[in-house]
């Protein structure tokens, strides 16, 4: 059984995410999803209106009816993607993180979080949203966000931020060649030269490029330089032009965001981008 896990909160960021999962599971073979849904804080048992008095069992049974009552409708809107197969529902008084990670434990069939973000919409409703930074980091599994008011469709253009000083890093793409490897998929591999000056080149280049023709046989792919000194926008305006539908960015050190600018630039990238980005584990 392959899973995929959606954190949810009450707010169209949460329906959207839940839409795209049921449909990315449809497309990439998974046949489980589980909607868990985490009581954050104190501060949902108590009622601020009255001085923080704790709330009474009438309360509490409420705020559990609103959550199976959301519960139905992000099953239903599941249906009308044409899942069939299994949702589950979880729900937690643990944090957010504590959650995920509690459940990340007890089963092992969990390949997979995807997160609505806010981002660009500027709203600032989401539970799950607020928390998708420390979700990316703390995640034992691939996770990916998505934007809202991002309709799923095929993917066909793979955008992956590159660093050529580091030839060996793309060897973390080595279990999902066979994602990649998908004859409508184009892998596009990108570069952002900082200094800025479109007549540097790189004394790593044709190394770097000779190994990415070795390692990535039978792909089909394309190399791309950019220059800039602002990363984030780079390969924002890199992934608008070309019609990107997935960005990828790498693990930790093998990173080429981690190496040029540490966590602030990935940071930047999983809050403000208007594609999904895949984080890989």
């Not at 392959?2 to 073979?29: C, H, M, Q, R």
């Not at 099953?75 to 509690?102: A, C, E, M, W, Y």
């Not at 409508?184 to 800025?196: A, F, R, V």
């Not at 019609?243 to 960015?249: E, K, M």
Request: net charge negative; proline share 2%.
């Amino acid at each position: 059984m392959k899973t995929i896990l959606v954190p949810v909160d009450s707010t169209a960021t949460t329906e959207n995410a839940v839409l795209f999962a049921a449909e990315w599971a449809e497309k990439y073979g998974y046949d489980h999803i589980i909607l868990m849904k985490t009581y954050d804080s104190i501060f949902d048992y108590i009622n601020i209106s009255e001085g923080y008095t704790i709330v009474n069992e009438e309360t509490v049974n409420s705020a559990r009816e609103h959550t199976e009552a959301l519960f139905d409708r992000l099953d239903h809107l599941i249906k009308t993607t044409g899942f069939s197969h299994t949702v589950s529902r979880f729900t937690s008084q643990l944090t957010l993180l504590r959650s995920i990670n509690t459940r990340l434990k007890a089963d092992p069939t969990v390949e997979l979080i995807i997160l609505g973000s806010e981002g660009q919409a500027g709203n600032n409703d989401s539970t799950v949203s607020e928390n998708i930074i420390s979700i990316g980091r703390i995640s034992r599994v691939k996770t990916l966000i998505v934007p809202a008011g991002y309709h799923f469709k095929d993917v066909v253009n793979v955008l992956i931020p590159c660093d050529i000083s580091r030839a060996d890093h793309l060897e973390r793409l080595s279990d999902y060649k066979s994602f990649l490897k998908n004859k409508n998929h184009h892998l596009m591999l990108l570069y952002i030269d900082t200094k800025g000056n479109k007549d540097v080149r790189d004394q790593n280049k044709e190394v770097w490029e000779d190994y990415v023709h070795g390692y990535l046989k039978n792909i089909p792919f394309s190399i791309h330089y950019s220059f800039g000194k602002e990363i984030v926008k780079g390969i924002l305006s890199f992934a608008a032009s070309h019609g990107t539908d997935l960005i990828i960015a790498l693990p930790g050190e093998h990173s080429f965001l981690y190496h040029m600018a540490n966590r602030s630039i990935s940071e930047a990238l999983y809050q403000h981008v208007s594609r999904p980005v895949l984080i890989l584990k």
